[in-house]
């Protein structure tokens, strides 16, 4: 069983910087696909980040791109959310989640098998 926690969320201003991190915790995490998503109150959630488990290779979706930035220490089983630029829109709670499943599959949710609680990340105007 894998085992995800995320950590790092707060309140920023716009324009300001957030770093989110998730520990993750069981025998094969170094090896499966990682992701971050993000669900904001009357929204559907939203795919927001994802690399393979080398960190090779990342996805970001387009409403993030240039201002986010994914990356994983496989030594610490950690993945973390560069978050610049912030914007009022990006208020939700960010997810983290894991998957066996190839990064081409990642950009939707019900591909991951398993999930954080989420922290929530609030940008003021």
């Known amino acids: 069983q894998v085992q995800v926690v995320e950590s790092g969320g707060g309140l920023v201003q716009a324009g300001g910087s957030l770093r989110l991190s998730c520990a993750a915790s069981?025998?094969?995490?170094?090896?499966?696909?990682r992701g971050w998503l993000r669900k904001a109150p009357g929204k559907k959630r939203e795919f927001v980040a994802s690399?393979?488990?080398?960190?090779?290779?990342?996805y970001y979706g387009d409403n993030v791109k240039g201002r986010f930035t994914i990356s994983r220490v496989n030594a610490r089983n950690t993945l973390y959310l560069q978050m610049n630029s912030l914007k009022p829109e990006d208020t939700a709670v960010y997810y983290c989640?894991?998957?066996?499943?190839?990064?081409?599959?990642?950009?939707?949710?019900?591909?991951?098998?398993?999930w954080g609680q989420g922290t929530q990340v609030t940008v003021s105007s």
């Open positions: 069981g025998r094969t995490v170094s090896t499966l696909t």
């Open positions: 989640a894991a998957t066996a499943k190839p990064l081409i599959v990642t950009k939707t949710s019900r591909e991951y098998d398993y």
């Open positions: 690399l393979t488990w080398g960190g090779a290779n990342t």
